[in-house]
């Protein structure tokens, strides 16, 4: 909690709100919709907080720290890394025309 003008305001933390896959593809792709590669990211770094960055290192085979640093909005991740948690997380990047 901080306090603004004498108000407290509680943190939201968007994972504690991710917890179907319906939930977490409609997240994702309401954040892809914006077309701001850094919103994206963090969206997925939500996800993948809300599933459990242990689960996510071990699916994917990357790291924990190394997924804690891809989403800390400080780097810019390689594809095959989104790519790696997206899939861990049960979803994947479409094209339509």
Known sequence: MKKVSGVVISEFDASEYLTTPE????????????????????????VAKAQGMAQISEATGLGRESLYKTFSGKTKPRFETVNAVLKAVGASIQLTA
């Open 23 to 46: 939930d977490i593809v409609a997240y994702l792709n309401a954040a892809i919709e914006e077309g701001n590669d850094e919103l994206f990211l963090a969206a997925l770094g939500d």
